[in-house]
Structures are given as structure tokens and as C-alpha cells.
């Protein structure tokens, strides 16, 4: 089939890399978001979509609004069969959506109904989930609710970040992909409308979503950590000052300490929460590099009773 595939960030690569690869299908396009300052110069660069696109000589379409009419345009005269989309990041328009005679076919980093929209992986790490996948699915007007061509699983390791999560979900994804444009081209698969059961959402996680609360037990505080992983990056104050935690563990032996309270020592550094502590592994103070918890509480000397969490970022 002769494809325009949709895509923007990193996690998007490995089924574009998969799709060019394949014998049976034409990556004619890409579709992607504009280019973005990045960087301390703000520098405009393009996505790592485009990026990708570009060394391999595929046509790179950055419409501002995927009803622009000159994208439309541009995408009807390329005809496309089919058109796979792997977090693009805009909502797509029925005028945009009639184009392809196949449609748009998304990649889904959820087993749906579950976790539709923006942020299925964090989610899933939040919420404690034992097993996730990926999904691929007819795009309609609605959120992540067309029907689904096929899914695959993953299971969530009990130290896994979102970040981690998701790099495996992108590789064995872009499989399921490949096999979903396969069987559209052969015509021996088609779409099964989801469950009205089990339906659960996934929105955007926000800087304030990834504060802290050590008032919560000590394994919602880690599922919290490793679900803002690598972004947006949970954080807490100390000192008036944004801490980010980069890496805790649940300590079940020390229950000991107050919510937030602080205990230092010479290897390690526990801080409380609503059941027993965690310790702190790794952290980044406002305007450092991530460090050891044990590094950073022996540089801030850490006073007996010091609690994170409490007050406002000055």
C-alpha cells in the first residue's frame, strides 16, 4: 500500500523505521508537527520524525492545523491507501480523515478501552497496572474509540519508568503495525468495535499532576516517581525550592517517620510517607545535575526534623 505515515516524537521512530523497511508498503509522506524551539538558544529544529524522514528521502509535511487547506491538498494528490499515525499530537479532522481509503490507522500504547488519550503509559504506571500493551485502531472523531485491528501485551516490571515502558511498547509496537497495514493490504483483517466496559482515560500529565503528596503510602509516592519519568519529572520542595525526584524505593523497615520527614545517614536517605519511608536514590536540585539522595543530603545538611513537601516554591 502506498502510505503517509503521522508521527513526532522519538517513540514514533521505530514504526516509521519498521514501515520504510517493509517490502510491501510505500512510505510516500510523513506527517508531523512543526518545528519547535528547543534548547537554551530556542532554536527551531524539527521533530525527530522529520528528522528520520529526511535521511531517508521521504517527503516531511509540517501543516500548522491538518485542515490547512494546502496540506489537504498535498495529500490528496499523494492518494494515499492508508495512513498509520504513531503520537502525532493533533487532532485530525473528518475532511483529513476521508482522504486515505483505508483511513487513519493509530498506534495506541494502551490495551483499549483502557487509558484513551494522551498519556496511556504514565497512567498505567500510576494506577499500579500489572500488564499493559499496545493497540492498533480505526481513528474516528472520537477519543481513541474506533474500532481495533489488533493488540499486543507488555508487562509493567515493578521498577519500570514510563520512559521505560514506553521504549519497549515503540519496538514491539512498530511490529503490530506492520502487521496491521499487512493484513488491511490482504484484506484478512478487520476492525472489532472496543468493549463498553473498562473504558478508563489517560490525560495529559501536568508539572502539578507530578508533585509529590508523601501524605499517600510509600507505593503510591514510587508509582508516582516512575510514572513522571522521564517527563514531566515528579518533583516536592525543600527549602522554598523545586526538588525533582528523580529515582526512590520503598523502604518497608523504616516506619519511623512523619510524611515528608527526612532522615539522613552516611549511604542513604529516607524520607516518610503516609505508611513506611522510601529512599531517596537519585535527585536533582533546582539548577544541578541528578545526584545520589545520600550526595545531596550531605551537601544540604539536613536538619533533624526537616520535612520535604511542605510550603511553596518561592
Same mark, same amino acid.
Given at each position: 500500500?502506498k502510505?503517509v505515515f503521522? $508521527? #513526532?516524537p522519538?517513540v514514533? @521512530?521505530?514504526?516509521? +523505521?519498521?514501515l520504510?523497511?517493509?517490502?510491501?508498503?510505500?512510505v510516500? !509522506?510523513?506527517v508531523?508537527?512543526?518545528?519547535a524551539?528547543?534548547?537554551r538558544?530556542?532554536?527551531?529544529v524539527?521533530?525527530p520524525?522529520?528528522?528520520r524522514?529526511?535521511?531517508?528521502g521521504?517527503?516531511?509535511?509540517?501543516?500548522?492545523r491538518?485542515?490547512d487547506?494546502?496540506f489537504?491538498?498535498?495529500?490528496?494528490?499523494?492518494?494515499?491507501d492508508?495512513?498509520p499515525v504513531?503520537?502525532?499530537?493533533?487532532l485530525l479532522?473528518r475532511?483529513a480523515?476521508d482522504?486515505p481509503?483505508?483511513?487513519w490507522?493509530?498506534?495506541?500504547?494502551?490495551?483499549?478501552?483502557?487509558?484513551?488519550g494522551?498519556?496511556p503509559?504514565?497512567?498505567?504506571?500510576?494506577?499500579?497496572?500489572?500488564?499493559t500493551g499496545?493497540?492498533t485502531?480505526l481513528i474516528?472523531?472520537?477519543?481513541?474509540?474506533?474500532p481495533?485491528? $489488533? #493488540?499486543?501485551?507488555?508487562? @509493567?516490571?515493578?521498577? +519500570?519508568?514510563?520512559?521505560?515502558?514506553?521504549?519497549?511498547?515503540?519496538? !514491539?509496537?512498530?511490529?503490530?503495525?506492520v502487521?496491521?497495514m499487512?493484513?488491511?493490504?490482504?484484506?484478512?483483517?478487520?476492525?472489532?468495535p472496543q468493549?463498553?466496559?473498562?473504558?478508563?482515560?489517560?490525560?495529559?500529565?501536568?508539572?502539578?499532576?507530578?508533585?509529590?503528596?508523601?501524605?499517600?503510602?510509600?507505593?503510591?509516592v514510587d508509582?508516582?516517581?516512575?510514572g513522571c519519568t522521564?517527563?514531566p519529572?515528579a518533583?516536592t520542595?525543600?527549602r522554598?525550592?523545586?526538588?525533582?525526584l528523580?529515582?526512590?524505593?520503598?523502604?518497608?523497615?523504616r516506619?519511623?517517620?512523619?510524611?515528608?520527614?527526612?532522615?539522613p545517614?552516611?549511604?542513604?536517605v529516607?524520607?516518610?510517607?503516609?505508611?513506611?519511608?522510601?529512599e531517596?536514590?537519585?535527585?536533582q536540585?533546582q539548577?544541578?545535575?541528578p545526584m545520589?539522595g545520600?550526595?545531596?543530603?550531605?551537601?544540604?545538611?539536613?536538619?533533624?526534623g526537616?520535612?520535604?513537601?511542605?510550603?511553596?516554591?518561592?
Open positions: 500500500m502510505l503521522a $508521527g #513526532t522519538e514514533a @521512530v521505530p514504526a516509521l +523505521d519498521a520504510i523497511a517493509s517490502e510491501l508498503h510505500e510516500a !509522506a510523513v508531523t508537527r512543526p518545528d524551539p528547543a534548547g538558544g530556542r532554536r527551531l524539527p521533530s520524525v522529520a528528522e524522514a529526511e535521511e531517508a521521504i517527503e516531511v509535511l509540517k501543516p500548522h491538518p485542515r487547506e494546502d489537504l491538498a498535498r495529500l490528496r494528490e499523494i492518494g494515499p492508508c495512513c504513531v503520537a502525532y499530537g493533533a479532522p475532511v480523515l482522504v481509503v483505508h483511513g490507522v493509530n498506534l495506541h500504547f494502551s490495551l483499549l478501552p483502557a487509558w484513551r494522551a498519556a503509559v504514565q497512567h498505567a504506571v500510576m494506577a499500579g497496572d500489572d500488564i499496545a493497540a485502531f474516528e472523531e472520537g477519543l481513541d474509540s474506533g481495533v485491528y $489488533g #493488540t499486543i501485551t507488555e508487562q @509493567v516490571r515493578p521498577t +519500570d519508568t514510563s520512559g521505560d515502558l514506553l521504549t519497549r511498547l515503540s519496538l !514491539a509496537g512498530a511490529g503490530l503495525l502487521a496491521t499487512d493484513g488491511i493490504e490482504d484484506g484478512s483483517l478487520k476492525p472489532l468493549p463498553g466496559e473498562g473504558i478508563s482515560l489517560a490525560p495529559k500529565v501536568t508539572v502539578e499532576d507530578a508533585r509529590v503528596d508523601f501524605d499517600a503510602p510509600a507505593l503510591r508509582r508516582v516517581v516512575r522521564p517527563a519529572g518533583w520542595v525543600f522554598g525550592e523545586r526538588l525533582k528523580v529515582q526512590v524505593t520503598p523502604a518497608p523497615d516506619t519511623d517517620l512523619a510524611p515528608g520527614e527526612l532522615a545517614g552516611k549511604q542513604h529516607y524520607a516518610g510517607t503516609g505508611s513506611h519511608a522510601v531517596l536514590l537519585w535527585v536540585a539548577g544541578k545535575k545520589r545520600a550526595d545531596w543530603a550531605r551537601g544540604v545538611r539536613i536538619a533533624p526537616e520535612r520535604l513537601g511542605t510550603g511553596d516554591v518561592g
